[in-house]
Nanobody
Framework: VQLQASGGGLVQPGGSLRLSCAAS????????MGWYRQAPGKLRELVAA???????NVADSVKGRFTISRDNAKNTVYLQMNSLKPEDTAVYYC?????????????WGQGTLVTVSS
């Protein structure tokens, strides 16, 4: 399984960015795709995740500002990030989990840097 992420960059506070991640390879019909982020000196944390059935899990820190969605036909997950804050600055990693409890096979994409700064 390969995950190709795109969409990071530099944005001013209050701005928006949209991340995309396309999965290819042996993709199960039932899986969860999501985004994690890691800021300098901090642990990697879940930002948002969505199952093939549309169930979402969104971190409290981004609720109301970030929206996760997916296109199952394209095996692609999107993260629309609005009202960005400097504390959202981090490397964002795409993740795909499948198999038993979505944890049997876990795959990571390369990170994409999001910098929120004036």
């Amino acid at each position: 399984v390969q995950l190709q992420a795109s969409g990071g960059g530099l944005v001013q506070p209050g701005g928006s960015l949209r991340l995309s991640c396309a999965a290819s390879g042996s993709i199960f019909s039932s899986n969860v795709m999501g985004w994690y982020r890691q800021a300098p000196g901090k642990l990697r944390e879940l930002v948002a995740a969505i199952t093939t059935g549309g169930t979402t899990n969104v971190a409290d820190s981004v609720k109301g500002r970030f929206t996760i969605s997916r296109d199952n036909a394209k095996n692609t997950v999107y993260l629309q990030m609005n009202s960005l804050k400097p504390e959202d600055t981090a490397v964002y990693y795409c993740n795909l989990g499948q198999g038993v409890s979505y944890k049997e096979y876990v795959h990571w994409g390369q990170g994409t840097l999001v910098t929120v700064s004036s």
